[in-house]
């Protein structure tokens, strides 16, 4: 809440709390992986325990869930996370979409269906892969609930707006969403890009904050590596960063002094309010 004085009066004005949560930002084995005894599998840091990479975007009463990876279940419970809205899809490889069984318990504590915000083929895959979830006439006692939302251009949740943001990732219909509330700092979220296409960077161009896939130090065929990442930062000119989807081959402590101001590695259960100023110097 914020008061206002206006006029002589004294209100009291709500302001909607907005926000965006990592509930993972490791990439598509985690870190640590199994069976590496790399310096970073092998740490004691909380920075290198990575699940794979999801983010609860929250504005008001509306918790929007994106993409629902093999880590949900532990996710959700380090989170205490009861509600969600709706799930949006960036694209379907696994580690994006395989707890899609985990949405069962969301399922049990609403009424309506669950909306489920995916591209045309993205939803294609998730029908192919739980097709017992979405036949009506089947439905399934206590199974997910799905009401399939073709993404076909911005949609609103209570003010919320979420533009999705096509990019280019391995041969698999991609895109990042672009999320934008009156009065608080404009994010986009694209954990899984290798290329951007210009449509999508005039979307981006001085996007308050941007979390952005850095996978790696070095040069891969589907993902940002580092330096990419930073290159796309500065091309749309954001005023904050935050770097996700990392696997193992980046270590966050020896590195994380070399990154420019502004542009920071992520963490598992860090909690960004877009309320506020940029805190990032
Ligand atoms: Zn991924
Ligand atoms: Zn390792
Ligand atoms: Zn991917």
Redesign the pocket.
């Known amino acids: 809440m914020s008061c206002i004085v206006d006029a002589g009066v004294f209100m009291v004005a709500h302001v909607t709390d907005v926000s965006l949560t990592f509930l993972g930002t490791g990439t598509s084995v985690g870190?640590?992986?199994i069976g590496?005894?790399?310096?970073?599998?092998?740490s004691d840091r909380p920075q290198d325990k990575r699940f794979r990479s999801s983010v609860l975007f929250r504005a008001g009463d509306q918790t929007l869930l994106v993409d629902s990876g093999p880590d949900l279940r532990m996710q959700a419970l380090r989170e205490g996370l009861r509600k969600i809205d709706a799930v949006l899809y960036t694209h379907a490889h696994l580690d994006h979409v395989v707890g899609f069984d985990e949405l069962r318990a969301f399922c049990w504590r609403r009424q309506d269906p669950l909306p489920l915000h995916a591209t045309p083929s993205c939803l294609q895959t998730l029908q192919k892969m739980f097709g017992w979830a979405f036949f009506p006439k089947q439905e399934i006692a206590g199974y997910v609930r799905p009401d399939p939302k073709v993404i076909a251009g911005p949609f609103f949740y209570a003010g919320l707006k979420v533009t999705p943001v096509p990019v280019e990732h391995a041969t698999v219909e991609t895109i990042g969403y672009l999320f934008e509330y009156p009065g608080a700092r404009s994010l986009a979220y694209l954990p899984d890009v290798k290329r951007i296409p210009p449509a999508s960077v005039e979307l981006l161009m001085d996007v308050d904050v941007l979390v952005v896939d850095a996978l790696r130090v070095a040069d891969h065929p589907t993902h940002f590596s580092l330096s990419e990442a930073l290159a796309t930062a500065a091309g749309v000119r954001a005023k904050e960063t935050w770097l996700t989807h990392l696997s193992?081959?980046n270590n966050e402590e020896s590195l994380a002094n070399s990154l420019p101001d502004g542009v920071r590695f992520a963490w598992d259960g860090l909690r960004i309010s877009l309320n506020h100023a940029p805190s990032l110097a």
Do not use: I, R, S, Y
């Open positions: 870190v640590p992986v590496c005894d790399c310096v970073v599998c092998t193992h081959e």
